[in-house]
């Protein structure tokens, strides 16, 4: 079981690392590309969000978020894969982030193309979402092995 539950986490966890690799090679010296496609999906994410909590949004510097994007699916990823709850935390923190924003089906009506495109990455996304909290889960209800103390048995003659 020990071997299977790695491979799993190592297919799992690639789906992240290598996003996290092409996107770190699309960021290039200066992030222009990965901003301008970014740039758009976050606005309007804000323009929706904003009369629904107001409160007044910081100014977003969309390089930055992409840098914390990447981190977040790398390191996340990687500690992912030796069984650690931490980086189920940060790919989880990651897809909450990430897949309103990045999967906006809800601007577009529904016999749109890009309705359906959207909404079948962001159920995708949500399915991922799923698993990590599924493998939290089962972190947290495993007990931790305890030590079981030898007890001497008494030698009679």
């Known amino acids: 079981m020990g071997f299977g539950s790695f491979v799993g986490r190592v297919l ?14 699309e960021y290039g010296d200066d992030g222009r590309h990965v901003a ?8 309007a994410f804000i323009h929706r969000l904003y009369p629904r909590v107001s409160v007044q949004m ?13 981190a977040l699916k790398g390191i996340g990823g990687i500690l992912f894969i030796f069984g650690s709850s931490l980086g189920a935390y940060l790919l989880l923190l990651h897809q909450l982030i990430a897949t309103p924003i990045l999967y906006n089906f809800y601007d577009y009506d529904s016999e749109e193309k890009e ?10 996304n949500v399915a991922l979402v799923g ?22 048995k008494t030698k009679t003659f």
């Open 36 to 43: 301008m496609v970014l740039k758009p999906k976050i606005e």
């Open 115 to 124: 309705f359906t495109q959207l909404f079948i990455k962001f159920t995708q």
């Open 58 to 70: 910081p100014d977003i510097e969309i390089k930055r978020v992409v840098v914390v994007a990447i």
């Open 131 to 152: 698993a990590l909290l599924f493998f939290i889960g089962m972190k947290n209800s495993v007990p931790k092995r305890q030590h079981r103390k030898k007890i001497d």
């Open 12 to 25: 799992f966890a690639s789906v992240f690392i290598l996003s996290a690799y092409q996107e770190f090679n």
